[in-house]
């Protein structure tokens, strides 16, 4: 007979071993992606969620910036079909996990994160990010409630502060320097209660 161990037991493992979470909250993400995953890859046997799958999601479609979270999200997965299966579901979350000095993990390094964050203000995937994206970003951020003018001062002077090498777009390396004093490892982590 077999080890008594099943293939989803093998998988969580697996997953646990690579992502740093704990085998039960893999377990309650496989819980929560089945619930979210609407298709199935017939030949791989698999549930995969689509961009319509997050978009369901009160949460994401709530957030004025749910779009690029989404897009992010399929970004750092690297499913360029646009299928999230559950392994990549996990990678992705993983970033989301606070980092343990003591045992650190590449998928939720402080460089994981800022990547992350990175991508969200990256509109047209160029790997800089100008004034024209950081601005619609600070849009969708703030909403009606500060003027054009005023989100356009806001762009102008951070271009100016961030930009290093002023060639009118901010580079990763840049972006990360203006990062340099933020706590990002705690403003891009949550627990899990799992």
Not at 22 to 30: A, D, E, G, P
């Amino acid at each position: 007979m077999g080890s008594g161990m099943s293939v989803h037991d093998e998988t969580f493992d697996k997953l646990s071993s690579e992502s740093g979470l704990s085998k039960k909250s893999i377990k309650s993400l496989y819980e929560r992606f089945e619930t979210l995953a609407t298709h199935k890859d017939v030949a791989l046997n698999e549930r995969f969620m689509n961009d319509e799958d997050f978009k369901n999601i009160d949460e994401l479609r709530k957030n004025p910036l749910g779009e690029r979270l989404i897009e992010a999200f399929f970004a750092v997965a690297d499913a360029d079909n646009h299928r999230i299966y559950f392994k990549d579901f996990v990678r992705v979350i993983a970033h989301f996990r606070p980092i343990d000095k003591n045992n650190p993990h590449p998928w939720n390094s402080r460089e994981a994160k800022l990547r992350f964050a990175f991508t969200m203000y990256d509109l047209n995937k160029s790997g800089t990010i100008t004034k024209d994206e950081f601005t619609e970003i600070l849009k969708r951020m703030i909403g009606a409630n500060v003027s054009d003018a005023k989100v356009d001062s806001i762009a102008e002077r951070t271009m100016r502060e961030t930009d290093g090498d002023a060639d009118g777009s901010i580079t990763f390396q840049e972006f990360c320097q203006a990062m340099e004093k933020t706590d990002i490892e705690q403003k891009m982590s949550f627990r899990f209660l799992t």
